[in-house]
């Protein structure tokens, strides 16, 4: 590994897979089920509150209170104008993508897991999904370029759920709890 040549480097090394890959296995993003893992929501929910309400501006505990109420007020409106989503909408290019992705996928690599749950290549698979499997089961990668590969290797899918969301470790089923291996499959 040309990382051992240097000394700084392999200390590094040995440094990051003790600390993130041998005893905390789950960090990276998507490691956790539909639980956000950033808090984007709360940031851009605060941005609104500033642009909207506060102007930027600190306030008094009067003008806070008087804001407060204001905010509460619009919001409760704007609930009844705009109801809360509860369930996902799927675009029509998504759809033709996620078609196009199910006729080119080799169907003898698609694994199940359980009742509900699949393993599915990547486009660009480093490892078969058997082998992607085990390392799932086991945790046991031996270098972070070895969990890499694992980790782009295939996506997870899980259709616990009878309504969507339905889970899929893709970047996008991450983020948009929709994609082309959800929907496809």
């Not at 990276?28 to 893992?37: H, K």
């Not at 199910?102 to 078969?128: C, N």
Request: with cysteine; glycine share 4%; hydrophobic share 40%.
């Amino acid at each position: 590994m040309k990382w051992t040549t240097d000394k700084d480097l392999d200390t590094f090394r040995k440094y990051f897979e003790d600390q993130w890959l041998l005893s905390l296995p789950f960090w990276y993003e998507g490691s956790a089920n539909l639980i956000p893992s950033i808090n984007n929501g709360i940031e851009s929910f605060n941005g609104k509150i500033k642009q909207m309400y506060t102007l930027r501006n600190k306030l008094s505990l009067s003008s806070f209170l008087q804001t407060a109420e204001r905010m509460l007020y619009d919001w409760s409106l704007a609930s009844i104008s705009t109801p809360f989503a509860i369930q996902i909408e799927f675009n029509d290019d998504l759809a033709a993508r996620a078609y196009k992705w199910l006729q080119k996928l080799d169907r003898i690599k698609v694994l199940r897991l359980g009742a509900a749950s699949y393993v599915v290549p990547s486009s660009e698979p480093k490892m078969d999904t058997l082998l992607w499997v085990q390392y799932y089961h086991s945790i046991s990668w031996n270098s972070y370029d070895e969990f890499i590969d694992w980790l782009n290797s295939a996506r997870l899918l899980d259709f616990s759920r009878l309504t969507p969301p339905l889970f899929c470790s893709c970047k996008y089923g991450l983020k948009e709890y929709s994609c082309i291996h959800s929907l496809g499959l």
